[in-house]
């Protein structure tokens, strides 16, 4: 095998998956990308006996609970994340009182994509 085989075969891997993430094609994972994002912003107040999780109702460490939602109901619209609560909150397109993470700053640009195109997908537990 010549060099440039070994060396080329992963980099055109890479290629690939860069231009994935652009178009959006390949399925966000709930359990690798959403997840922890919602574990490192979230789960501090939305753990139970949390005070976002008093609040609201709204538990946020896992997808069973996500999917139930606040005391009011639902926080993700699957295949609608312009009509989810969820993303409304972190993307800043809430009221002000109730933007998240409460008090703290806001999601970094790529993580509200992420948290969106995944609502967009259908929001599997995948
Ligand atoms: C510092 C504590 C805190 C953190 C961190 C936090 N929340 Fe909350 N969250 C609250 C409280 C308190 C409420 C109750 C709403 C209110 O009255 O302000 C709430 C309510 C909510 C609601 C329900 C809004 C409604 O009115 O239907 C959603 C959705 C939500 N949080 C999502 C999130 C997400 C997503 C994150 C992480 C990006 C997050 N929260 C981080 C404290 C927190």
Redesign the pocket.
């Known amino acids: 095998m010549k060099w440039n085989m070994i060396i080329g075969l992963p980099l055109a891997a890479l290629a690939m998956t860069a231009c994935d993430r652009g178009t959006g094609d390949v399925d966000i994972s709930f359990s690798r990308e959403v997840k922890p994002i ?1 574990e490192a ?2 789960a ?3 753990a139970p006996g949390g ?2 999780a008093a ?2 109702g ?1 538990v ?1 460490t896992d997808y069973e609970a996500l999917m139930k939602g ?1 005391r ?1 109901g639902p ?1 993700v619209e699957p295949g609608n994340a312009i009509s989810s ?2 993303y409304l ?2 993307a800043g397109k809430a009221d002000r ?2 933007r ?5 700053s806001q ?1 970094s640009e790529q993580k509200i994509t992420t948290i969106a195109q995944w609502i967009d997908q259908g929001a599997k537990d995948n």
Do not use: A, Q, R, Y
């Open positions: 919602l912003h979230c501090d107040c939305h005070e976002g609040t609201s709204l946020l606040t009011l926080v609560t969820l909150v972190v009182s109730i998240m993470p409460h008090g703290e999601l």
